[in-house]
């Protein structure tokens, strides 16, 4: 039976404990609704399921997301770490308002370098922007270039967190439609990457 979507994508939400991960991904996909403002610790990993549709070179793709929201605390970083192998997207959350936070981000990319071998497309996400920052544009942009990722900030009470998925999906299909065109046969080139 064919599989009623063109690719199957694997996106892994990570960064220090608090950082509001779970709270964007609620909002993107309608889970927990009614009590998104409350706290509630992330234990392990979750997962939830999204479709979406994207346009890449004028073609529409059906795409199925999995989305897979971690846990920040420390407790849980050995069991987060093999969820980046075979992602084609990583979220890499820090909170503006705090230091320790961006600090962490150090320490999550060199274990999604060593955990995550398909390269995934890797976005760092300055969250709670409107709040007393702590940390500069300037240091998250410097990071961004060094390590050779991306970089938004995100403001979710204007709704930008469905704009910064689509952003992701869309960076995760051109690497896909690249691998095919150079005869790259990665897991992504198959067409499902679980
Ligand atoms: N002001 C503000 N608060 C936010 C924002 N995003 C998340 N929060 C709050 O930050 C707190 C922590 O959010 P979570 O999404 O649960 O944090 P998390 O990163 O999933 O934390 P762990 O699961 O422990 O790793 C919650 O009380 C949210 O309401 C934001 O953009 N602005
Ligand atoms: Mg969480």
Redesign the pocket.
Known sequence: MNPDYDYQIKIVFT??????????LNKMTGRNEGQ???????IGVDLVIKRIQVAVHNKIYNIKLQLW?????ERFQNFVNVYYRNASGIFL?CDVCKQGSFKKCNQLIEQIKEYNQEDAQVMLVG?????ERAVSVDEMVTFAQNQNIMFTE????NNDENNILERMVKCVIHQILLDKENGKQTKQGDGVLI
Do not use: H, M, R
């Open positions: 960064g220090a404990q608090q950082t509001g991960k779970s709270y964007t998104i403002d409350l706290y509630v610790p992330t929201d971690t846990a920040g605390q959350f969250n709670k922007i409107g709040t995100l403001n979710t009470e």
